[in-house]
């Protein structure tokens, strides 16, 4: 009897020491059926993580990861390799261990329990021919929070993008892909099948289980749906990382979010960069921007971390939705970026604008014109090497539609008049070059404004104004957009009509124009 008691003790205690661990191989998948033959050679340097610890593979393509519950292990996809899509083209290059499966009382399904390790965790790569000069497109903020509105999103944004992703290689969703409904997230990934392209995406505040009593467990809809919230991959010359910057409750009241990270994705950060070839550009993705004006939206720490962890790369981009503005944001010393040049990070403009908001357009689709007079859209990345440019793309617009002027329709002659003529440039940021001319003349500097666009705050107070509601939802209120230049008009115009030009030059060395006309009429003065 005293046998028989000690032996399941002496059992248990054992395994309570050990660490858990999972190995496997990273091979080639010659015939892509994702299982590994006699024939089919291990790949010998890939990375491989567990969200938090990374390691390279050995001659024969293994590795070997300590893991614990809750915990997915990922390959790092390399340059020049891909791996299988499911039919939603979402890559498959994890495996979730998750053995008794997510909580079973959150409101939204998580992942059902996966049972024991497999004896061998294998990842299945492909050889595809990768270019170091590829583009790539990138999505804010979907956003829908109902079926009509994520049948907005496939209108506007996914019909329009089949037909104007052109050399697009792959695309990234900045997060917010749903809003709140979590029963909305296979929707959306039907949606986006329709795009055609393998598809990224990071996690937003409104994709998470508000259920979630502690950081880790909020993101287990999003997982079961689209995989780890935290991982990276290679294309061509260019290291991507994806990462979850939410903290969800805010462990500083347990209330709400904050922007920041938990300790091991710092570690998978560090880690993760450690391997990198300090030759390849870092393009680092999520969601809430690294607001270093204002530690109530993210953590200076974290931040901090972060920049530590990419100082030593020369080239490096980061990008971030969830503002619902567009701006371009420069780290330099005094946010404690320690880099050869300044930190850019594209704080992006999203696909439903502002929040599918504002009167119908043509198609019937809501004009949705962000706070800072930005329109809806979305952005391509063009890549060169380690080298980026970046583009934005207005929805239902050209392609050169690049700026909107702001020009009165008619102004008194022969008095000087306080009218201006703006020009948001939506790309735009303080350094750019913006200038203008009136009847073919002298081309002029114009002025870097921060304030608030008036062909949007038109648009908004028209809802004020009217005596007959409109369908659809009033629009946010207008708020200071970061990429509005003004110029006057002089007092030397004739009666008639004129045309005003402006030309702008952004930070890539593109150039984009607009031009508007008006009209100088006789004053009429009160008698």
């Known amino acids: 009897m005293k046998f028989k008691l000690i032996i399941p003790s002496l059992v248990i205690s054992a395994m309570a020491f050990s660490q858990a661990s999972v190995s496997g191989y990273v091979f080639e998948d010659i015939n892509k059926n994702q299982k590994k033959e006699k024939r089919e050679k291990g790949i010998e340097n890939v990375a491989v993580s567990n969200g938090a610890q990374v390691v390279l593979t050995d001659k024969n393509g293994r590795y070997s990861l300590p893991i614990t519950e809750g915990q997915t292990v990922f390959v790092i996809k390399p340059s020049g390799y891909m791996v299988a899509l499911n039919q939603n083209n979402l890559p498959q290059y994890y495996y979730q261990y998750k053995p008794k499966g997510s909580p079973a009382d959150f409101k939204y399904k998580g992942t059902a329990p996966t049972g024991e390790l497999p004896k061998e965790l294998n990842f299945a790569l492909h050889k595809q021919n990768e270019s170091k000069n590829f583009d790539i497109l990138v999505f804010g903020d979907p956003q829908p929070y109902t079926e009509k509105q994520l049948d907005y999103f496939k209108r506007a944004i996914v019909n329009e993008v089949k037909s104007t992703k052109k050399n697009a290689v792959f695309g990234i969703s900045l997060g917010d892909l749903v ?151 420069f780290y330099g010393k005094a946010q404690g970026w320690e880099g050869t040049k300044d930190l850019h990070e594209y704080n992006v ?111 908004v107070f028209k809802w004020d104004a009217t005596d007959k509601i409109f369908p659809g939802r009033r629009p946010s209120n207008p708020e200071q957009s970061k990429h509005i230049w003004t110029g006057g008009f002089g007092n030397k115009l004739t009666l008639g009509k004129h045309k005003v030009e402006v030309k702008a030059l952004d930070m890539y060395g593109n150039e984009f124009s607009a031009s508007e006309e008006f009209e100088v009429q006789n004053s009429i003065l009160i008698p």
């Open 349 to 459: 403009g999203t696909t439903c604008g502002d929040w599918w908001s504002g009167t119908s357009d043509e198609i019937g689709l809501p004009t949705s014109t962000m706070r800072d007079g930005t329109a809806k859209g979305y952005s391509f990345i063009s890549f060169n090497d380690n080298q980026y440019k970046v583009k934005y793309k207005t929805a239902g617009k050209p392609e050169d539609y690049q700026i909107q002027l702001y020009v009165p329709k008619v102004i008194p002659h022969p008095s000087k008049t306080s009218a201006k003529i703006l020009a948001n440039f939506f790309m735009g940021n303080k350094k750019d070059k913006v200038q203008y001319r009136i009847d073919g003349g002298k081309w002029e500097e114009m002025e870097y404004n921060e304030t608030i666009d008036p062909n949007f705050a038109n648009s």
């Open 179 to 329: 809003g709140d409904d979590l029963s909305l997230q296979k929707p959306y990934a039907d949606v986006m099948k329709e795009v055609g392209l393998p598809w990224y995406n990071v996690m937003g505040n409104h994709d998470m289980n508000y259920d979630a009593k502690e950081d880790q467990l909020s993101d287990e809809t999003f997982e079961a749906n689209f995989g780890p919230a935290n991982y990276s991959f290679n294309y061509g010359n260019v290291h991507f990382i994806v990462l979850d910057d939410i903290l969800y409750p805010d462990p500083r009241d347990g209330k709400g979010y904050w922007g920041g990270f938990r300790e091991d994705q710092i570690q998978f950060i560090e880690n993760d960069l450690k391997l990198v070839d300090k030759n390849k550009l870092i393009v680092v993705s999520f969601h809430i921007p690294l607001d270093h004006n204002n530690e109530d939206n993210f953590r200076n720490a974290d931040r901090q971390k972060l920049f530590d962890a990419l100082s030593p790369f020369e080239n490096a981009l980061m990008l971030s939705a969830h503002t619902h503005i567009q701006q371009q944001i």
